[in-house]
Nanobody, 123 residues
Framework: QVQLVESGGGLVQAGGSLRLSCAASGRTFSIPAMGWFRQAPGKEREFVAAINWGGIPTYQSDSVKGRFTISRDNAKNTVYLQMNSLKPEDTAVYHC????????????????WGQGTQVTVSS
C-alpha cells in the first residue's frame, strides 16, 4: 500500500504563488509516476501535471503551462507543484496521484490518490 499526503494549499491573491507538496509513504518503489489533478466545485476532475521517476519528461495541461512546474525529490519521496501567476480559475482542491506508469497517471488511472489540499485564489 501507498499513502499520499498533500500539503501547501491556502488562500492567495491573484498573481501570487504557492507550492504544493505530496509526500508518499509505504511501497513507494511501486509508484514511479506521480502527478497532480484538481477539481473545482461543480466541475470534473482535471489533469494538471505529471512526472516520472527520473524527473524527465514532465507533462502539464495547457491551462497551467508556463505557470506551474512539477518536480520531485526521490530521496524524500515527495513531489512538488510550484504554482506561479495564480488566477481565480485555479481555485480547486488539488489531489496528488501515483501509479506504475506515467500514461496511467496522466489518464486519471493512478493506483493511489491523496485526500487533497484546497487552493483558493482571490481576485
Amino acid at each position: 500500500q501507498v499513502q499520499l499526503v498533500e500539503s501547501g494549499g491556502g488562500l492567495v491573491q491573484a498573481g501570487g504563488s504557492l507550492r504544493l507538496s505530496c509526500a508518499a509513504s509505504g511501497r513507494t518503489f511501486s509508484i514511479p509516476a506521480m502527478g497532480w489533478f484538481r477539481q473545482a466545485p461543480g466541475k470534473e476532475r482535471e489533469f494538471v501535471a505529471a512526472i516520472n521517476w527520473g524527473g524527465i519528461p514532465t507533462y502539464q495541461s495547457d491551462s497551467v503551462k508556463g505557470r506551474f512546474t512539477i518536480s520531485r525529490d526521490n530521496a524524500k519521496n515527495t513531489v512538488y507543484l510550484q504554482m506561479n501567476s495564480l488566477k481565480p480559475e485555479d481555485t480547486a482542491v488539488y489531489h496528488c496521484a501515483a501509479g506504475s506508469t506515467i500514461s496511467a497517471v496522466r489518464g486519471g488511472r493512478g493506483d493511489y490518490w491523496g485526500q487533497g489540499t484546497q487552493v483558493t485564489v482571490s481576485s
